[in-house]
Nanobody, 128 residues
Framework: QVQLVESGGGLVQTGGSLRLSCVAS????????MGWFRQAPGKEREFVSS????????YYTNSVKGRFTISRDNAKSTLYLQMDNLKPEDTAVYYC?????????????????????WGQGTQVTVSA
C-alpha cells in the first residue's frame, strides 16, 4: 500500500518562499516518476511539475518556470517542491502524486490521468 503525505504548506506574502515535502511509504519510491499538482477553489486540478524516477528530467507548467524547483531524494523516499517568488495566483491545495509504473518520461508526466496514487494535499496561501 502506497501512502503519500505532503507537508510544508502555509500562509506567505507575495514574493515569499515555501518548500513542500512529500514522504512516500511503501517500496521502490525510486522506481517511479513523481509529480506535483494543485487545485484552486472552483478550478480543476492542474499540473505544476514532475520529475523522472532518477531525477534526470524535470517538467514545469509555464506559469511556475524559473520560480519553482522540483527535486527528490530517493534514499529518503521524499519529493520536494521549492517555491520562490510566490504570487497570489499560486494559492491552492498542492498534491503530490506517483506516476504509473510504465510512465517514465515525456508529456504523460504532465497529465494527471497517468498518476495513480495521490496525497491528501497541503494548503498554500499567498497574500497580496
Amino acid at each position: 500500500q502506497v501512502q503519500l503525505v505532503e507537508s510544508g504548506g502555509g500562509l506567505v506574502q507575495t514574493g515569499g518562499s515555501l518548500r513542500l515535502s512529500c514522504v512516500a511509504s511503501g517500496r521502490a519510491f525510486g522506481s517511479y516518476a513523481m509529480g506535483w499538482f494543485r487545485q484552486a477553489p472552483g478550478k480543476e486540478r492542474e499540473f505544476v511539475s514532475s520529475i523522472t524516477w532518477g531525477g534526470g528530467r524535470t517538467y514545469y507548467t509555464n506559469s511556475v518556470k524559473g520560480r519553482f524547483t522540483i527535486s527528490r531524494d530517493n534514499a529518503k523516499s521524499t519529493l520536494y517542491l521549492q517555491m520562490d517568488n510566490l504570487k497570489p495566483e499560486d494559492t491552492a491545495v498542492y498534491y503530490c502524486a506517483r506516476a504509473g509504473a510504465t510512465i517514465r518520461n515525456g508529456e504523460s508526466l504532465m497529465d494527471r490521468r497517468f498518476f495513480d496514487y495521490w496525497g491528501q494535499g497541503t494548503q498554500v496561501t499567498v497574500s497580496a
